[in-house]
């Protein structure tokens, strides 16, 4: 069974900083991308960043660019989001996510992802 489990969320201040890992097992997504999505209160699942899983290629929204950092684990089962000078608008549910396949187009898209954790809650406070 495939599953993707994320942590880290919290309160945090402005201009602070949190680590969320998104742990999978049940299958290897060394070479499959994966994202992370976040979702505010009474709007959309939105995209936050994306990694491929050919060659590490890193692709971030405008919103967290500079700020927002994602990368690998040395297992590859680990993947992690570090997100650093947070502000409030940044507060959302965010989720983990994976392709089912090795392709590595329209990864800022939702639809382009099988597998998603349960989401952890990010509140950062002015």
């Known amino acids: 069974q495939v599953q993707l489990v994320e942590s880290g969320g919290g309160l945090v201040q402005a201009g602070g900083s949190l680590r969320l890992p998104c742990a999978t097992s049940g299958r290897t997504f060394s070479s499959y991308a994966m994202g992370w999505f976040r979702q505010a209160p009474g709007k959309e699942r939105e995209f936050v960043v994306a990694i491929s899983g050919s060659d590490g290629s890193t692709y971030y929204a405008d919103s967290v660019k500079g700020r927002f950092t994602i990368s690998r684990g040395n297992a590859k089962s680990t993947v992690y989001l570090q997100m650093n000078s947070l502000k409030p608008e940044d507060t959302a549910v965010y989720y983990c996510?994976?392709?089912?396949?090795?392709?590595?187009?329209?990864?800022?898209?939702?639809?382009?992802?099988?597998?998603w954790g349960q989401g952890t809650q990010v509140t950062v406070s002015s």
């Open positions: 996510a994976a392709r089912g396949d090795s392709k590595d187009y329209y990864l800022t898209s939702t639809y382009s992802y099988t597998y």
